[in-house]
């Protein structure tokens, strides 16, 4: 069993800033990935940031230069920082990790229950 507890969502004017984190715990082997991924009313959920276990990083275009996605692989934690945030970016964020629970088992995709960030205009 894994699980993942996020936390750091809130209300914020626009142009400000949130951290949210994510903690996994539980059967883990490795994490070979971590990301977000956001949910606004009426919209699909989509692709925010990941990071892959090698660091590489990638952004959605809406958020390049704003969101800035990290890792401390000791606390088996994933971060999200954003600043100059926008109404539009205001969805249910929700963190995801690729983990391998055993050595020669699959890996599976494992979501925390999302936290909610609303700006304000």
């Known amino acids: 069993q894994v699980q993942l507890v996020e936390s750091g969502g809130g209300l914020v004017q626009a142009g400000g800033s949130l951290r949210l984190s994510c903690a996994a715990s539980?059967?883990?082997?490795?994490?070979?990935?971590m990301g977000w991924f956001r949910q606004a009313p009426g919209k699909q959920r989509e692709l925010v940031a990941t990071?892959?276990?090698?660091?590489?990083?990638n952004y959605a275009d809406s958020v390049k230069g704003r969101f800035t996605i990290s890792r401390d692989n000791a606390k088996n934690t994933v971060y999200l920082q954003m600043n100059s945030l926008k109404p539009e970016d205001t969805a249910v964020y929700y963190c995801?990790?690729?983990?391998?629970?055993?050595?020669?088992?699959?890996?599976?995709?494992?979501w925390g229950q999302g936290t909610q960030v609303t700006v304000s205009s």
């Open positions: 995801y990790n690729a983990i391998q629970n055993r050595r020669w088992g699959p890996v599976n995709n494992y």
């Open positions: 539980g059967s883990i082997f490795s994490i070979n990935a």
């Open positions: 990071i892959a276990s090698s660091g590489t990083m």
